[in-house]
């Protein structure tokens, strides 16, 4: 018998007593459930104290507020710079956030965008459930994907995707146009994730005109201790003038027949 999470028994209780909790008769704060002990140091990542947050789930996610985006390029309501688009193969385009600090992605390919320029040196930290329908996640950095008209406004990005035993780089001229960096690979020591198994990911981007850098990482024993999974460089041939544009957005995606995908503890931050 496994034992329930204080967000399992907190929304099981919702549902239980949802009538209640519309007649106001039962009331539930914005986040009843106490925080989570706080990790040790962090290793294996940059110094971040003095890093610009450009975007921090914590204080979105967690305000007491569900709600539920299915339209492509529809926005959160309590966030104006970040959206969900495109996706929806084999399983329903969804985003749901239930205002505890979760947030469930669905849908093959679906992908949610924040829209913060950035430059120079980037880290994406987040914290994703995998389940037996997701095939992979993945990350773009310094993206200009969707602006559309010449090539050159459309430069993809800096691409990461992380599987169940695997994980790969590539880098995207504009769209569809995809150059491997990196082939799938397995994991280092024999890591697997399995199903229900929450991962800590990050990933560090570095941008210098058309020479590009990445470090993956995962911290697996959630311990603060980053261990690197992945890395690589790569240089624009195709598309070189795009690169010389402001990227205006980073993302993560689900892959596969995902549906209610868990992501959490999401930061986006540039050095």
């Known amino acids: ?36 002990p706080a990790p040790g140091p962090i290793t294996g990542l940059p110094n971040l104290e003095d890093a610009i947050v450009l975007f921090n789930s914590t204080g979105l996610w967690d305000n007491g507020h569900p709600r539920t985006m299915t339209g492509h390029h529809e926005f959160d309501p309590d966030d104006k710079h970040t959206e969900v688009a495109a996706g929806g193969h084999c399983t329903a385009r969804k985003w749901f956030i239930d205002g505890m600090g979760n947030s469930f992605l669905s849908g093959g390919m679906s992908r949610v965008y924040n829209h913060s320029p950035h430059q120079g040196t980037v880290v994406i930290l987040q914290k994703v459930t995998f389940n037996a329908s997701l095939d992979n996640v993945s990350y773009e950095v310094f993206s200009r994907h969707n602006e559309g008209g010449a090539i050159e406004n459309r430069w993809g990005g800096l691409q990461n995707h992380f599987s169940h035993k695997s994980c790969g780089a590539k ?43 990445f470090t993956s990482l995962i911290d697996w024993d959630h311990n603060g201790t980053y261990t690197k999974v992945m890395d690589g460089d790569y240089i624009e041939t195709e598309n070189p003038k795009g690169t010389e544009l402001q990227p205006l957005y980073w993302r993560f995606r689900t892959n596969g027949c995902p549906k209610d995908v868990k992501f959490r503890d999401t930061k986006f931050y540039q050095l």
């Open 1 to 36: 018998m496994s034992i329930q999470t204080c967000e399992e028994k907190l929304n099981e209780i919702k549902t239980q007593f949802a009538d209640l909790i519309a007649a106001g008769v039962i009331t539930v704060g914005p986040n009843p459930c106490p925080p989570e």
């Open 171 to 213: 880098a995207e001229s504009y769209h569809k146009s995809y150059h491997t960096i990196n082939k799938d690979a397995p994991y280092p020591d024999g890591h697997v994730i399995k199903d229900g198994d929450e991962v800590y990911i990050a990933m560090i981007g570095i941008k210098n005109g058309p020479k590009y850098k």
